[in-house]
């Protein structure tokens, strides 16, 4: 079985700066692009942050100038820097990624179990 395992949430006061972590591992062949994600109480999963086996990124609106997403291939490991971090950002955040688990097979998604972040004011 495939594993991402998410860590570095807390609680942190407005302004703060949190890293959060996802390891890969189990049946891992190749391991594609990889996001974040995140959702608050009462509202739907949205897109954080993404990065391609290449490097190239991508960042939701909010995101953009404070978040930062960065990946080591050879690690299975992804990283999502938050700073600046207002109590807007208080959510589950979740890490996704596109695995191979053989070669010749497909490709699918899978979902970490979610790291809580919660900022205070």
């Known amino acids: 079985q495939v594993q991402l395992v998410e860590s570095g949430g807390g609680l942190v006061q407005a302004g703060g700066s949190l890293r959060l972590s996802c390891a890969a591992s189990?049946?891992?062949?190749?391991?594609?692009?990889m996001g974040w994600y995140r959702q608050a109480p009462g509202k739907q999963r949205g897109l954080v942050a993404s990065i391609t086996s290449g490097g190239s990124t991508n960042y939701a609106a909010f995101a953009k100038g404070r978040f930062t997403i960065s990946r080591d291939s050879a690690k299975n490991t992804l990283y999502l820097q938050m700073n600046d971090l207002s109590p807007e950002d208080t959510a589950v955040y979740y890490c996704n990624a596109a695995i191979q688990t053989q070669w010749g097979t497909a490709w699918h998604d899978y979902w970490g179990q979610g790291t809580q972040v919660t900022v205070s004011s």
């Open positions: 189990g049946s891992i062949f190749r391991l594609s692009a």
